[in-house]
């Protein structure tokens, strides 16, 4: 099984960006059955509704459409007017049926899966042309399904329309004896009823159809294993690319961490491998403050960043190797160096006096720090 799942059988659920790609492409679920039944119950329905005012409208319409102006007849070539003028009112007439209508073929397919535009929708599919394709569509499970569902059709609406008439076949009889009024009533009752019924049986295909058609959409956007590793790859990106992103990142702070060397007071050194940039202000600051810090080859380019302008360079190995291990770039030191740290500091300012002949040349303190753990 583990075989054939690896050499493309689609097995696996997809995804929601799969699903989202598919409906931004114009893929998504569609019913016919539910369209159908949407626009032809709403028509019966409206029609219903709107009876009386749409039997006035049609007899006002009929009135004028059939006693034409006595002098249309001399003036023949004013017919054609007037037939496009009868024509207009006519679909004044029907124009509240169509408009519901067209209202309702909107609405089914946005209740299936929503209302999209995609132009690669409108793109010709060659694929389609190819004959195994047809022969495939022909007798895969698709046109079976189709088969079945035609078949359904012609149950439930025939079996609607063949009850309707079996129970309504006695008054159809006897609309022969009725007066003219009773007898439209009756018809257009036995009419109603039928349209009813008809739409019923639609809605109840078109309940079935639905799930299926969504339930088949999904089946056919399942996703091979291999398909739904690849897009979580993309998704949590790839690790190339990752630390590609990272190395990237990594050279950005070395970048700013070496243009903030030379605002530094003191190189603490090790003394070549260790190298940390220390910088304190008084008044502005609650300790002395990590700038930058590094081992060997960063180590070395931070001392030579100090060199070139001129900041203090001081070796203290136990000091250089704790203070690259617990300081981080950009905030205090930890509060058990700041003993040592005082006495660098104190001899860095002892120093820049000692240059401007201010101060005797000063000794270099010898400070003893547990680089693992407490002050020595």
Same mark, same amino acid.
């Given at each position: 099984?583990?075989?054939?799942?690896?050499?493309?059988?689609?097995?696996?659920?997809?995804?929601?960006?799969?699903?989202?790609?598919?409906?931004?492409?114009?893929?998504?679920?569609?019913? !016919? #059955? &539910?369209? *159908?039944?949407?626009?032809?119950? /709403?028509?019966?329905?409206?029609?219903?509704?709107?009876?009386? $005012? =749409?039997?006035?409208?049609?007899?006002?319409?009929?009135?004028?459409?059939?006693?034409?102006?006595?002098?249309?007849?001399?003036?023949?070539?004013?017919?054609?007017?007037?037939?496009?003028?009868?024509?207009?009112?006519?679909?004044?007439?029907?124009?509240?049926?169509?408009?519901?209508?067209?209202?309702?073929?909107?609405?089914?397919?946005?209740?299936?899966?929503?209302?999209?535009?995609?132009?690669?929708?409108?793109?010709?599919?060659?694929?389609?042309?190819?004959?195994?394709?047809?022969?495939?569509?022909?007798?895969?499970?698709?046109?079976?399904?189709?088969?079945?569902?035609?078949?359904?059709?012609?149950?439930?609406?025939?079996?609607?329309?063949?009850?309707?008439?079996?129970?309504?076949?006695?008054?159809? !009889? #006897? &609309?022969? *004896?009725?007066?003219?009024?009773? /007898?439209?009533?009756?018809?257009?009752?036995?009419?109603?009823? $039928? =349209?009813?019924?008809?739409?019923?049986?639609?809605?109840?295909?078109?309940?079935?159809?639905?799930?299926?058609?969504?339930?088949?959409?999904?089946?056919?956007?399942?996703?091979?294993?291999?398909?739904?590793?690849?897009?979580?790859?993309?998704?949590?990106?790839?690790?190339?690319?990752?630390?590609?992103?990272?190395?990237?990142?990594?050279?950005?702070?070395?970048?700013?961490?070496?243009?903030?060397?030379?605002?530094?007071?003191?190189?603490?050194?090790?003394?070549?491998?260790?190298?940390?940039?220390?910088?304190?202000?008084?008044?502005?600051?609650?300790?002395?403050?990590?700038?930058?810090?590094?081992?060997?080859?960063?180590?070395?380019?931070?001392?030579?960043?100090?060199?070139?302008?001129?900041?203090?360079?001081?070796?203290?190995?136990?000091?250089?190797?704790?203070?690259?291990?617990?300081?981080?770039?950009?905030?205090?030191?930890?509060?058990?160096?700041?003993?040592?740290?005082?006495?660098?500091?104190?001899?860095?300012?002892?120093?820049?006096?000692?240059?401007?002949?201010?101060?005797?040349?000063?000794?270099?303190?010898?400070?003893?720090?547990?680089?693992?753990?407490?002050?020595?």
């Amino acid at each position: 099984m583990a075989e054939q799942d690896e050499s493309g059988e689609r097995t696996e659920l997809p995804t929601e960006k799969r699903l989202r790609d598919a409906r931004e492409q114009g893929n998504i679920p569609r019913s !016919r #059955e &539910l369209a *159908t039944a949407a626009v032809f119950g /709403a028509g019966v329905l409206s029609i219903i509704a709107m009876a009386p $005012l =749409l039997g006035r409208n049609a007899l006002g319409w009929m009135k004028v459409a059939l006693s034409p102006e006595p002098g249309l007849m001399r003036q023949p070539d004013q017919l054609f007017g007037h037939v496009g003028l009868l024509l207009l009112k006519l679909l004044a007439v029907v124009s509240p049926i169509a408009l519901v209508c067209v209202l309702a073929g909107i609405a089914g397919p946005a209740l299936m899966g929503g209302l999209r535009f995609s132009q690669k929708s409108l793109m010709p599919d060659f694929k389609r042309l190819s004959p195994m394709a047809g022969i495939k569509r022909l007798y895969g499970p698709e046109s079976v399904a189709e088969l079945l569902k035609s078949l359904l059709r012609v149950v439930l609406v025939g079996g609607a329309a063949t009850l309707c008439i079996r129970l309504g076949l006695n008054p159809l !009889r #006897e &609309l022969m *004896t009725m007066p003219l009024e009773q /007898a439209v009533r009756s018809g257009l009752g036995f009419t109603s009823t $039928l =349209l009813l019924a008809t739409t019923g049986a639609l809605i109840l295909l078109a309940a079935i159809d639905a799930p299926y058609q969504k339930w088949n959409w999904k089946r056919k956007l399942k996703m091979t294993r291999q398909e739904l590793r690849e897009e979580m790859k993309e998704s949590e990106g790839r690790p190339e690319v990752k630390g590609r992103i990272r190395q990237l990142q990594h050279q950005l702070s070395q970048r700013r961490m070496m243009e903030d060397v030379p605002t530094a007071d003191v190189i603490v050194v090790n003394p070549t491998h260790y190298a940390v940039a220390l910088k304190y202000e008084s008044g502005q600051m609650g300790a002395p403050t990590v700038v930058a810090k590094g081992v060997d080859e960063m180590a070395q380019r931070i001392r030579e960043v100090a060199d070139a302008h001129r900041i203090a360079i001081v070796s203290a190995p136990p000091l250089a190797r704790a203070l690259y291990r617990e300081g981080q770039i950009g905030r205090e030191i930890p509060v058990r160096l700041y003993a040592a740290v005082a006495q660098i500091l104190s001899y860095v300012y002892q120093l820049r006096a000692w240059r401007i002949g201010q101060a005797a040349l000063p000794d270099l303190p010898a400070v003893d720090v547990d680089e693992h753990g407490g002050k020595a």
